[in-house]
């Protein structure tokens, strides 16, 4: 046997909050999960970057809780706590030993029913906020490739245009006065979903949930916004900046992060462009010379379209346009010929041991369950993710790589000065 | 109201099985049920100081050329076998020692150990590929040039113990020593340095249906003499260094000194003092710096065990035109005239013991942490033995040990940002700093 499947208990209280429980009697700790339905894509423009700084702000006090106090407290405890936020939701996490439970459901649902953030909370968030911003992006060579790769691929205005990091001016021009809007928006009981895993019985985990959470109003949905504008491809662009190499780019839209799909375009990154035996680093860096590195990726997205990009930095003496088009090359035989049986076995035992890893720990088995039922509608479809990877063929292989084709990438040049 | 917390029960890290095999390798054997992913770290006790001058950079290129091709299975097929077995191999020669870590799929291991143990033996390190992979170091040094985060941490170690020390310079070496490195060197290398002899392996997962007998009988096949031992890093006198990047939108700030270690009687007032200082989301330094001025987002530190002694840092990134103003407040910090509070130390004792568990909760995190304290000599009872000392220090205790270890007028310090403006504005707060 690989791993034994998940336990999955799931309730739906009164007010509207999605609850599931999956229990783990031999778990050290357990982990209390929020996905909050909310991302950058529901940002209004003028104000990217909001769903973000308000995730920033959860944390800035409520009616029973000071301001810092929750990460504070779930670290007295022996805890671990933060947060993210992606395009699609705002994830809230924390992993504490058992006995801490109760306080932690407590915690998050005071926040849920009575934040209270002062100017001056706002104002140093807003400046922490920004200086996360030149941290992990724009004190970073290349640390604008993700920007340039999206909006290649969304127009101004489309949800997807912009990552969850926003602008400095709209960091600047948001106001206090947003931030009671964006809760009352988005932060209902209907939005959120709650996974508690970990040591805990289902039993014992929904009597607390009902405690801490049952007396939360139930609110209407919110409208969420739709794209009014379709996505592109096929664009090319160059950038030139103070960075060391220069790096090809080829992307592509692909399917919704919930598309059939998804586990053979996967699997086709891999055999291309994942390690040393890869389709991509043997022919064109090992055996061809033409490069020097490869690399892939994927942006899922839950609406409109998700991307799929290759990366590729050339030999000295090789341009990023001759190599991308020898990237097309070897892409273009994969869609025609399919995989190996071996290509295809190596990319299967790759992702299985990717997969159990997430699933080895508490903080990563909480954000798996709530991956696959925002992605999927269901928790249990955790349990299937291995099967729908090991059900994938070569024929879905060749269909994934065709998706891959010349006619609908994107290219971007990222250039150093003076190349 | 808000609810009461149950304690939670004493937590003990694990006992491993310990086997001396015959060719001379040490291994610790954790079987963690439930933990499908298994976890080998392999420990190399190899500090860098003996890297020949001029060639620094060599542990670092037959780590990572190892399983480009064995003489068994050479042109990259080792790696797609590996592959096979859902095994990743990755590691790091560092400072003092060279860790080789395979995490593969429990069921799967038997097979996956065996290529281990070739890629350990038998690395055929074809002229192509040691080529290739000392062009990978020389970019991920220029992209580190231009990281202004990479070169506060490198500007640091210059500070710390000088460049004519090997921990002054880059672990992985710079383009000229990098160029200068040849096969036969990385082979002899290997022949020299790969040795069973003194190594430690640990293994760690769910081994309930696995035949560890076999699984060392894999392990066999690597052999070796002993390895060798360099010189340690000694103190120098610190300095203070201003890394001049223009364009730079952010400072980065490193401050470092050298101090006793895990051997101290005070290590654990130490551990509590520094996570209080700089570790904790509710830190002294991250309290003041980021929730309530907003100069950086986030703030860390504390004290780090060597292998032999130890060190305290403290590092963030700053807007540049709160640099100067951020420094001192930190080094107000570390002076710490005002001691540590109980309630400060308190805090942070039930979250050093209470994480415990979770810290340790993977195979991976165990197999880790057992090469860390392997790497350093000691035993896994190292760990319980200082979750029981974590109980004992006051905040009287914390403060005294670090006023002790800690001079704050001798710490290195490392600055990264444009120079035109933070020259002045850390001479303003009283700092002289060499601008490099």
């Known amino acids: ?419 | 109201m808000r609810p009461d917390v149950i304690p939670a029960s004493d937590w003990h890290f694990p006992r491993p099985e310990i086997r001396h095999l015959g060719n001379g390798l040490e291994v610790w054997i954790f079987d963690l049920p439930r933990q499908y992913v298994a976890a080998i770290d392999l420990v190399l006790p190899t500090p860098l100081s003996v890297e020949p001058r001029g060639l620094e950079g060599l542990a670092t290129v037959a780590l990572g050329a190892i399983d480009e091709g064995t003489r068994e299975n050479p042109g990259g097929r080792i790696t797609e076998l590996l592959e096979l077995q859902g095994a990743a191999l990755q590691g790091a020669a560092g400072h003092s020692w060279t860790r080789l870590s395979l995490d593969a799929p429990v069921h799967r291991l038997p097979s996956a150990l065996g290529l281990f143990a070739e890629v350990l033996s038998t690395p055929d390190y074809a002229s192509d590929d040691i080529e290739r992979h000392i062009e990978w170091q020389v970019a991920a040094f220029e992209t580190r040039l231009a990281s202004p985060s990479a070169m506060g941490r490198q500007a640091l170690r210059i500070a710390l113990f000088g460049e004519h020390q090997r921990e002054g310079r880059p672990a992985a070496g710079t383009p000229e020593t990098l160029q200068a490195i040849t096969p036969t060197q990385v082979k002899a290398w290997h022949a020299r340095y790969y040795s069973p002899t003194g190594a430690t392996m640990v293994l760690a997962g769910d081994l309930g249906s696995i035949d560890v007998d076999l699984l060392c009988g894999r392990m066999e096949r690597w052999r070796g003499a002993a390895a060798g031992h360099g010189p340690e890093a000694a103190a120098h006198l610190p300095r203070h260094l201003l890394v001049d990047m223009p364009t730079a939108v952010q400072a980065s700030v490193n401050l470092a000194a050298l101090t006793p270690g895990r051997e101290d009687p005070d290590w654990a007032a130490l551990k509590l003092g520094g996570h209080a200082m700089a570790g904790a989301f509710a830190s002294r330094l991250n309290l003041e710096l980021r929730e309530r001025l907003g100069y950086t987002y986030g703030i860390s530190g504390g004290f780090a065990a060597r292998p032999r002694g130890g060190q305290f840092g403290l590092a963030g990134s700053f807007g540049v035109d709160v640099t100067a103003d951020a420094l001192r407040r930190v080094l107000d910090a570390v002076w710490l005239a005002d001691g540590f509070t109980e309630a400060e130390i308190e805090d942070v004792r039930r979250y050093l013991i209470g994480i415990g568990p979770l810290a340790n909760e993977t195979a991976g995190d165990v197999a880790r942490q057992a090469c860390t304290l392997a790497a350093a000599g000691l035993g896994s009872g190292f760990v319980n033995e200082h979750m029981a000392a974590l109980r004992r220090p006051a905040a009287d205790d914390a403060t005294a040990a670090f006023h002790r270890v800690v001079d704050p007028s001798q710490l290195g310090i490392a600055v990264t940002g444009p120079a035109d403006v933070l020259e002045s504005a850390l001479r303003e707060i009283g700092l002289e700093f060499e601008v490099i």
Not at chain 1, 30 to 51: K, M
Not at chain 1, 250 to 258: D, F, H, K, R
Not at chain 1, 341 to 358: I, K, P, T
Not at chain 1, 389 to 395: L, N, S
């Open chain 1, 1 to 419: 046997m690989i791993a034994e499947p998940l336990s999955i208990t799931t309730t739906t209280l009164g007010n509207g909050l999605q609850v599931c429980v999956s229990e783990d009697p031999n778990a050290p700790a357990v982990s209390v999960n929020l996905w909050i339905e909310v991302g950058s894509r529901d940002e209004t423009p003028g104000r990217t970057g909001f769903a973000h700084l308000f995730e920033h702000l959860m944390f800035e006090g409520s009616r029973h809780v000071e301001p810092g106090e929750h990460m504070a407290l779930v670290e007295a405890h022996g805890g671990s706590v933060n947060a993210t936020t992606s395009s699609d939701r705002t994830n809230y996490f924390n992993t504490v030993p058992p006995g801490a439970l109760d306080l932690v459901l407590w915690m998050e649902a005071d926040r849920l029913t009575s934040l209270d953030i002062s100017p001056e909370n706002f104002d140093a968030q807003r400046r922490v906020v920004k200086e996360e911003k030149r941290q992990r992006y724009d004190n970073q060579p290349y640390g604008d490739v993700l920007e340039l790769l999206v909006a290649q691929h969304f127009p101004p205005g489309h949800p997807y245009a912009h990552l969850p990091i926003g602008s400095m001016a709209d960091l600047d021009a948001a106001g206090i006065a947003d931030v009671q809007a964006f809760f009352d928006h988005w932060y209902h009981p209907g939005n959120i979903r709650l996974v508690i895993c970990g040591n805990v019985t289902a039993r014992d985990a929904l009597a607390l949930v009902d405690k801490h959470f049952g007396s939360l109003t139930w609110r209407p949905a919110a409208a969420r916004r739709e794209p009014d504008v379709a996505p592109v491809s096929g664009k090319r662009s160059t950038v030139v900046r103070d960075v060391p190499h220069p790096i090809g780019y080829l992307s592509w839209l692909a399917p919704p992060a919930g598309d059939e799909a998804w586990p053979a375009i996967e699997l086709a990154l891999a055999i291309l462009a994942d390690g040393h035996p890869s389709r991509l680093h043997r022919e064109l860096v090992r055996e061809g010379g033409l490069a020097r590195e490869v690399h892939g990726t994927a942006l899922p997205h839950l609406h409109d379209a998700s991307v799929a990009c290759l990366l590729a930095r050339p030999s000295d003496g090789t341009s990023t346009h001759a190599l991308l088009e020898h990237v097309h090359r070897v892409i273009a035989a994969l869609a025609r010929t399919g995989p190996t049986d071996d290509e295809l076995a190596r990319a299967v035992a790759q992702h299985e041991r990717d997969w159990l890893m997430e699933l080895s720990s508490m903080e990563s088995r909480a954000d798996a369950i709530q991956d696959a039922w925002l992605t999927f509608g269901r928790p249990e479809s955790v349990n299937e993710r291995l099967g729908m990877v090991d059900a994938v063929t070569a024929d879905d292989i060749s269909r994934a790589a065709g998706l891959l084709s010349p006619e609908s990438a994107s290219e971007l040049h990222y250039l150093p000065e003076g190349y």
